[in-house]
């Protein structure tokens, strides 16, 4: 799996060990990841057994979630998929535009791993020959490979002063996890395609402060859709990430969006993500969710991502201000319809009831 800042890999245990209580006393079928980012969490629930449709606003979540999600691991085994990246893996390298912008303006990719990524992203296209779901498996795995060998500290806004340890290796391509089963890719804004929906369970981790995911990956949505945009900044970013907001990102029209979102959804079963970096405090989502009946609130401390950690610097690599906390507090808001379902999370030692 790539890294990400919101994948919630770390919590994964806890957020389906939730799923799976809600599941024992009412069994579930199916569920909507709406915000699905890495598809981590929609993986997981697919794992489960339970058929997923997994949605998110761009491109590259798309194309991950198409990997992770929607293929069927029976109709892409092993032994179909690695004759394919063996054939990929001897391509020699072809420098052009993304090395030059990525590799050599910015420094996120060693020129040698650069040149080849490009050899290998235009030759996925003659490989998948109209087959969309194999190009997004191939893409998944060009972008596993690509995450092994960058030299970030797990996001893209900046890359570091020197090259990583790992950014010396030489990429490889590798099958990637996919599941046998059916899921459900989709690829919309949330706020419009969620009253389109309908499920057991949704599962809701939607962007909490200013940051926007494709500012965070925005190396990720040029390689998936290999479309040479406009740049900008030392970090070479799309110039679409000045331009595409979400109402998620902005203070003023977190809240609204928030209730916008929660009033058009249609399941008996709702967990929401969340922590607090937000821009909403706790007692505020407490007060939307009861709309839904009963309500459930978890939370454990967590780790912040390591560039958090280290802290900020500055082009000439010297530090500037100073990292104000290593962890956060993680939330799990659960809104259900069912009082037994409602008494069994309630009976959680990590849950505390929350009204």
């Known amino acids: 799996m790539v890294k990400y800042i919101g994948s919630k890999r770390a919590l994964l245990p806890w957020i389906i060990g939730v799923v799976e209580q809600i599941n024992a006393v009412k069994p579930l079928k199916d569920a909507v990841d709406l915000f699905s980012g890495?598809?981590?969490?929609?993986?997981?629930l697919k794992q489960m057994g339970l058929f997923v449709t997994a949605n998110d606003l761009h491109t590259y979540a798309r194309v991950l979630a198409q990997a992770l999600v929607q293929a069927n691991r029976t109709q892409y085994p092993p032994e179909r998929l690695e004759p394919i990246l063996k054939r990929l893996h001897r391509l020699k390298g072809q420098s052009g535009w993304f090395t030059r912008t990525y590799c050599q303006e910015s420094r996120f990719i060693q020129p040698h791993n650069g040149a080849r990524i490009e050899a290998i992203r235009e030759r996925i296209e003659l490989e998948a020959a109209g087959d969309e779901i194999l190009r997004a498996i191939?893409?998944?795995?060009?972008?596993?490979?690509?995450?092994?060998?960058?030299?970030?500290?797990?996001i893209q806004m900046a890359y570091l002063k020197r090259w990583a340890p790992r950014s010396f290796n030489e990429l490889r391509?590798?099958?990637?996890?996919?599941?046998?089963?059916?899921?459900?890719a989709l690829q919309a804004d949330a706020l419009e395609i969620a009253p389109q929906l309908r499920a057991d369970l949704f599962y809701l981790d939607p962007p909490y402060n200013q940051h926007s995911y494709l500012g965070n990956y925005h190396l990720w949505?040029?390689?998936?859709?290999?479309?040479?945009?406009p740049t900008y900044g030392v970090a070479r970013k799309r110039t679409e990430v000045q331009e595409r907001k979400s109402p998620f990102n902005s203070k003023r029209g977190a809240k609204s969006a928030m209730e916008k979102l929660l009033f058009s959804l249609r399941a008996p079963h709702l967990v929401l993500s969340f922590n607090n970096e937000g821009f909403f405090r706790t007692e505020e989502i407490e007060a939307l969710l009861r709309e839904w009946g009963y309500v459930v609130r978890m939370s454990q401390p967590h780790r912040r991502y390591v560039g958090a950690r280290i802290g900020i610097y500055n082009p000439q690599g010297q530090k500037v201000g100073r990292v104000s906390h290593t962890e956060n507090e993680e939330y799990l808001f659960v809104a259900t319809h069912s009082k037994k379902v409602y008494q069994a999370l309630c009976s959680r030692e990590t849950g505390r009831l929350a009204g």
């Open 38 to 44: 890495s598809a981590r969490v929609g993986h997981a």
């Open 138 to 154: 191939l893409l998944f795995s060009l972008m596993i490979a690509a995450d092994k060998v960058d030299s970030t500290t797990g």
């Open 173 to 184: 391509l590798e099958y990637p996890p996919l599941l046998p089963g059916d899921g459900l």
């Open 221 to 229: 949505e040029t390689l998936v859709r290999w479309d040479n945009p």
